[in-house]
């Protein structure tokens, strides 16, 4: 059974620009969940999604947000971005709405300059 | 979410039990206590929950003390795979309305000496 995939793995961005991060979550689990971790504030919770619809949202700014397709796949998208925004941002899927038993990706790691 | 408190390094030698404390007394009745681990440049690995009793599968075992407030995860037979950070999580389990994120902490990082 495939794990959860991220893409890209890597990639640059200059301040100012904007980014779209996606995720295939494991076959048949239907809630992704979305991690920014940096070497400052460690892993921070951006938002939750499950069957298309958002259930759950950190306290991160409006330039970061999300959907989920009809498919379960997300996707999270940072506008405006900053040089603060360079992290790994983590994608989690889940089979249930209401687990802890979250399975991550690898992440995709944004160097902003 | 209830606040856990870990001891920032460990070291353990290959092939010894390692045991990993967290601290988390001001946990509710309803919160369970998840264990992950990150090891470097990867993404965090779920290992094993409980609520209120010791808890054991192929990975490690979680002991839950009595009063709740604190627990220790368990490596049996540690090995230098298992060198990583580990966090202790508490987490309410809610109904149906989306799923509550885990609050991740510092954690332990954890070194396995050959």
């Known amino acids: 059974k495939a794990g959860v995939t991220q893409t890209p793995r890597y990639l640059i961005k200059t301040r100012g620009q904007q980014v779209t991060l996606s995720c295939s979550p494991i076959s048949g689990h239907r809630s992704v969940s979305w991690y920014q971790q940096t070497p400052g504030q460690g892993l921070q919770f951006l938002f939750e999604?499950?069957?298309?619809?958002?259930?759950n949202k950190g306290n991160f700014p409006g330039r970061f947000s999300g959907r989920q397709f009809s498919n379960s796949r997300s996707e999270m998208n940072v506008s405006t971005l900053e040089l603060g925004d360079s992290a790994l941002y983590l994608c989690?899927?889940?089979?249930?709405?209401?687990?802890?038993?979250?399975?991550f990706g690898e992440g995709s790691r944004l160097t902003v300059l | 979410d209830a606040k856990t408190t870990q001891p920032p390094s460990m070291d353990c030698a290959e092939g010894r039990a390692a045991n990993l404390p967290c601290n988390h007394s001001t946990i509710s009745g309803n919160e369970y206590v998840y264990w992950y681990r990150q090891i470097h440049s990867q993404g965090p690995q779920y290992i094993i929950h409980?609520?209120?009793n010791n808890e054991t599968n192929e990975m490690a075992s979680l002991i839950i003390t009595e009063d709740r407030k604190s627990s220790t995860l368990i490596l049996p037979h540690a090995t230098l795979r298992d060198t990583a950070v580990y966090y202790c999580i508490v987490r309410v389990a809610l109904s149906n309305f989306g799923n509550e994120k885990l609050t991740f902490g510092t954690g332990t990082r954890l070194t396995i000496i050959p």
């Open positions: 409980g609520l209120k």
């Open positions: 999604y499950f069957s298309e619809t958002q259930r």
């Open positions: 989690a899927s889940s089979f249930t709405a209401n687990t802890g038993e979250l399975f």
